[in-house]
Structure formats: C-alpha cells, structure tokens
C-alpha cells in the first residue's frame, strides 16, 4: 500500500509570492491534516480536512488556507509569503481523523522564503 | 492554555544504556496522547497511543507509560538504530498538540 505522498519535495519562493502544496493520502484514507514544522516552534498543527471539509483549524492567519477533493487528495496554499513562513509542511492521513487513531505522515515539503 | 514539555532536549546514550525520555501536558480533556518517532527529512512515525492513566504500551526496546499529568518512553538496551527526534502530541478538544521533541543519540 502507498504512504502518504506530497510534492514538491523542495520549493524556494520570495516574499510576496504564493504556493500550493500537494498531498495524497494513503488510499482508503478520508482525513488530511497538514502541519508546520520549524526548529523554535516544534510541529504546529494547521488544519484538518474529512471528506472534503475542513474538520479542525489550527491558530494560523488566514493567509494558510487548504482544500481537499472528492478522491481525498489535499493542498495547502499560503498567500503571501513572509520569511518566517520557511518550514517543513508535513501532511498526515488517517481514515477516523486527528485524534481519534495514529497518523501516518509524509515526508514533508520543505519551503524557504527568501 | 494548553502544553506540552519533553525533557531533555536532547540526549546521548551508549549502546544498552537505558534511560526515559519525559512527556509532560497540561490539557483539559486528554482524550488520547500519541507518541512518534522522527529520522532526519522524514515525517514522524507512529509508536504509541495511551488513552487513560495507569496504560502502558510496549514495542521491542520501548515502553510507554501514562499517568494524569505526564507519559514516559522508557527505552531499554537501546541501539544506534534507535537514533532519532521522539515526540509526544496530545490530543485535546479540536486539534493535536505536539512538544519539541527529544532528539536521542545512540553511540555504539
């Protein structure tokens, strides 16, 4: 069975620009949940989407805002981008949500802002 | 408000050194604390999920314990291969809530 996949791998982005993460979760899997992780702040949870709704939100500015389609599959978008928006964004999928059984999470895209 | 605290930071062990690392939280309505394990560029890994205090959970070298205020990862014996970030998350009213981790070092 395939884990959880997100892309891209790496990006680099200016201040002022946006961008779109991608994550597909494991198949079967109805919850995505997205998470940023930086080395002073630890993982932070962002938002949680189940079938196609946004279950949970984490307490991050607008600017964060995601969605997730009828097959499951997730992204995230962050708006203009500031350089303390340079994290490891790491998606997670389960098949009850956040909370209620383990996540399996992918490997994470890493943003730096310039 | 809600937190979670890992102590230590960090921690260096010989090979068959046992230790614990510590998780301590102040949530209101545990409902379940997770534990998961993290290598360099990868996403955390899941070991263990306690619900009420008093459970314990095991896997091969690795034991955790709750009680009403913190949880314990009790590694036994460890192995280089057991180096990496250990961090705990609680689960409270609607989201998940992680600490910083314990980053462990394993020397043969």
């Known amino acids: 069975k395939a884990g959880v996949t997100q892309t891209p791998r790496y990006l680099i982005k200016t201040r002022g620009q946006q961008v779109t993460l991608s994550c597909s979760p494991i198949s079967g899997h109805r919850s995505v949940s997205w998470y940023q992780q930086t080395p002073g702040q630890g993982l932070q949870f962002l938002f949680e989407?189940?079938?196609?709704?946004?279950?949970n939100k984490g307490n991050f500015p607008g600017r964060f805002s995601g969605r997730q389609f009828s097959n499951s599959r997730s992204e995230m978008n962050v708006s203009t981008l500031e350089l303390g928006d340079s994290a490891l964004y790491l998606c997670?999928?389960?098949?009850?949500?956040?909370?209620?059984?383990?996540?399996?999470f992918g490997s994470g895209t890493q943003l730096s802002v310039l | 408000e809600d937190q979670v605290t890992q102590s230590p930071e960090a921690l260096r062990l010989q090979e068959g050194e046992s230790s614990s690392l510590n998780c301590s939280y102040t949530?209101?309505?545990?409902?379940?604390l997770f534990w998961y394990r993290q290598d360099p560029g990868k996403g955390p890994e899941f070991l263990f999920t306690l619900y009420s205090a008093g459970e314990e959970k095991e896997k091969e070298r690795l034991k955790a314990t709750l009680t009403k205020k913190e949880s314990f990862l009790h590694i036994t014996a460890p192995k280089p291969e057991d180096s990496a970030t250990y961090l705990c998350?609680?689960?409270?009213?609607?989201?998940?809530?992680f600490g910083a981790g314990t980053r462990l070092t394993v020397k043969p």
């Open positions: 998350a609680v689960q409270a009213s609607n989201d998940m809530r």
């Open positions: 989407y189940f079938s196609e709704t946004q279950r």
């Open positions: 997670a999928s389960s098949s009850q949500g956040v909370g209620n059984e383990k996540l399996f």
């Open positions: 949530v209101s309505g545990l409902r379940g």
